[in-house]
């Protein structure tokens, strides 16, 4: 539902229309069909080119639709209208399904119809010429007009999710009040999406165009690119750390075998007793241990820390992201939100059911 506030304005309008709606009713279901009956198609330009059985089996609808509009029965009355109008195209027909419309809360649709009632001016329609510009006066205060524009070969535009025009060109619609979606798709080309803030009285404008790929994406990082390389060689320094450590222990272990060598010869056995380490190897063996577990642990450290390095550089790789930029058309600095009609002067305000 599309609401514009103001109380007194609201009311005022709607005994218009009800006042216009029960005279329009009255006299229709009187006077119009004397005037369906055929004649000279030069004189009636709207008769040209229908049957008499089309216009026969127009009129038997025309007054069904007129018996129910006398009795309040609007949407079976429009119904039947209709119906008749698939027979005959005849403006007091539309202006009678205008009256339902009106009454229905319609206004979109029943200005529309009011349009092919009011195509051949007054002739078809009589003394209701005048209550019709009336409608026309009352039903354009309340409703939007927007012009939608998009200079793009080939791209297609919806508004509220209706296709409405294929680029390039330009379209005029007339709209409930409230805030509507244009949407703009190309093949190759981003989908751009704006919102239209549309109030009475006032015709609003806005040119449309999808987002050339090149204009719209950017290649962004997580993080930056320094930064997983920096500890990829971190890493890498950590584990060559370990190296030296390695190197010592191998010579420790090569001194614990000479001092063994060396001081188990001297012995009566010629060797040494299982168990039985010299002091001085067993220094030496002490040390290539803990030079080992040192080597081990830099060595675990500095693949961890590179290997975290290496997924931080395939999670940092550029990935493409669109490009904050203003929507076309719009003065507006939002990308999705362009306010761009102005209050309602008076403060006159008309509500909508949404039924369009």
């Not at 994406?217 to 930056?224: G, I, L």
Request: with cysteine; glycine share 8%.
């Amino acid at each position: 539902m599309c609401s514009i506030r103001g109380g007194g304005a609201l009311r005022a309008l709607q005994v218009v229309l009800a006042v216009l709606t029960v005279a329009g009713s009255a006299r229709d279901a009187q006077a119009a069909p004397a005037r369906s009956a055929p004649g000279n198609a030069e004189a009636r330009p709207w008769a040209r080119g229908v049957s008499a059985e089309a216009q026969a089996r127009a009129l038997a609808r025309f007054r069904q639709g007129n018996t129910l509009l006398a009795e309040a029965q609007f949407d079976r009355a429009l119904q039947h209208y209709r119906a008749a109008l698939r027979s005959w195209n005849h403006p007091a027909i539309h202006y009678n399904a205008v009256i339902c419309l009106v009454r229905l809360k319609r206004p979109v649709a029943a200005l529309r119809h009011l349009g092919e009632a009011l195509r051949y001016g007054r002739a078809p329609l009589g003394k209701n010429y005048e209550q019709a510009l009336t409608y026309r006066t009352l039903l354009q205060g309340q409703l939007s007009r927007l012009e939608v524009r998009c200079p793009e070969p080939g791209a297609t535009v919806t508004v509220d999710g209706k296709p409405v025009l294929t680029g390039p060109g330009r379209r005029a619609l007339v709209l409930p009040p409230g805030h509507h979606q244009v949407v703009v798709r190309k093949a190759g080309f981003l989908t751009r999406t704006q919102r239209v803030l549309a109030l009475p009285g006032k015709p609003v404008r806005v040119s449309v165009r999808p987002l050339p790929l090149e204009e719209g994406v950017t290649v962004k990082r997580r993080w930056p690119r320094w930064m997983p390389w920096t500890v990829l060689a971190l890493g890498v320094v950590v584990a060559a750390a370990g190296a030296p450590l390695s190197w010592a222990a191998q010579h420790d272990i090569d001194q614990y075998d000479q001092v063994m060598l060396t001081e188990c010869s001297k012995l009566p056995s010629g060797g040494c007793d299982p168990g039985d380490v010299p002091e001085a190897a067993a220094r030496w063996k002490d040390r290539a241990k803990r030079a080992e577990a040192g080597a081990i642990a830099l060595y675990a450290l500095g693949g961890l820390t590179a290997a975290a390095g290496a997924l931080l550089a395939l999670f940092n790789r550029p990935r493409p992201v669109e490009a904050p930029t203003a929507p076309s058309g719009a003065s507006s600095a939002s990308r999705f939100r362009i306010p761009l009609a102005a209050p309602v002067p008076g403060g006159v305000v008309v509500r909508f059911d949404g039924r369009f």
